[in-house]
């Protein structure tokens, strides 16, 4: 496996705000509004995209020989620090579909590839980043960040079924050690056990994160703390066409906002959760990255507004 970046210029000397560790893709999707192959996509791409909007976020990850030298171009134009961007032989690829319920992505085929391989190797100018985002990925690479990192502030984690499938004993190592935990419904009941999400995140809460996130597609997300309960509306969305993303854009514009405000109070998670139902909103507008390409941090800012209206009564 080769560091890319070394071929690549626009490497920041600076200390960037987020670490995001998780897969960059070759997407295949398939909605009722159409479909795409090989588009850009993975946790890290959507995660990074949408942390960029508050912060600088730094990307761990690998990708392979047939990656589009344009996504390429994309991820450097905004401003995402690549030097911990592999290369190996092929990219992940994964092949969805979403039916009439746009809240469930059903996967046709998740192919490694590169992953398989994948050890993480988070570069000496990254280790001391404080906000350290492992979005969706092999557990044992989430592991893996943390041992190579030095004493983050915050650390996110998010996963998917797949893993609570293939790799749960890991998975649940890297959730002890996290922060703040990202599920969406379908997920939380499945890794507690339980068809109750206040219990599964009471349960959550036990293991070690401060702070549970049970994201519930186009009807919001619940933030559960020790003590108090939270939970932010869905944008009443009319044009969703692709939800691809949605989960790893929330997450990116959930530490994003975090990392720049460098508030961790629980007031603040509140805003941060509100901003990440906002990113994720657009994202579903438009497939693969095509909104969140689109969109200045003005529509942020303007949708955000939306939101305190609609819980004021
Ligand atoms: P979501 O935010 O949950 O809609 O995440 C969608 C992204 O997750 C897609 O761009 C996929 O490439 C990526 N993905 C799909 N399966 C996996 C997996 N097993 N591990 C990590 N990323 C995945």
């Not at 994003?256 to 961790?264: E, I, S, W």
């Not at 901003?275 to 693969?288: I, L």
């Amino acid at each position: 496996m080769t560091k890319i970046l070394k071929r690549m210029k626009g490497t920041r000397n600076k200390l960037d705000d987020v670490l995001i560790i998780g897969t960059v893709a070759l997407d295949t999707i398939e909605t009722p509004f159409g479909k795409v192959d090989k588009a850009l996509g993975g946790s890290a791409t959507y995660a990074s995209f949408a942390a960029s909007f508050f912060s600088k976020p730094a990307l761990i990850s690998v990708i392979g020989r047939d990656f589009p030298k344009a996504y390429l171009g994309l991820l450097q134009k905004r401003g995402i620090n690549l030097k911990g961007l592999e290369m190996d032989d092929k990219t992940f690829h994964w092949e969805g579909f979403y039916e009439y319920d746009m809240n469930e992505a059903k996967t046709r085929k998740t192919e490694l590839n590169s992953l398989e391989r994948f050890k993480v190797d988070v570069p000496e100018s990254h280790k001391g980043i404080k906000y350290v985002f492992l979005a969706n990925i092999d557990p044992e690479q989430q592991l893996e960040t943390l041992r190579q990192v030095n004493k983050p502030e915050l650390v996110v984690i998010d996963t998917m079924n797949f893993w609570i499938n293939n790799k749960k004993k890991p998975l649940m190592e890297a959730i002890k050690k996290a922060d703040v935990l990202l599920l969406n419904d379908g997920e939380a009941r499945q890794l507690f056990s339980t068809a109750n999400l206040a219990s599964a995140a009471n349960s959550a809460l036990n293991l070690g994160p401060k702070a549970v996130i049970i994201k519930k597609g186009e009807h919001g997300a619940l933030l559960f703390t020790k003590n108090k309960h939270f939970n932010a509306p869905g944008y009443p969305l009319e044009n969703i066409k692709d939800p691809t993303g949605c989960g790893d854009s929330f997450g990116g514009a959930f530490i994003g906002y975090l990392a720049k405000t460098k508030d961790l109070s629980e007031r603040n998670f509140r805003k941060a959760v509100v901003y990440g139902s906002v990113v994720a909103s657009h994202n579903a507008e438009d497939f693969g990255l095509n909104r969140l390409k689109r969109i200045t941090i003005r529509d942020i800012e303007q949708r955000y507004s939306e939101f305190h209206d609609m819980r004021e009564f």
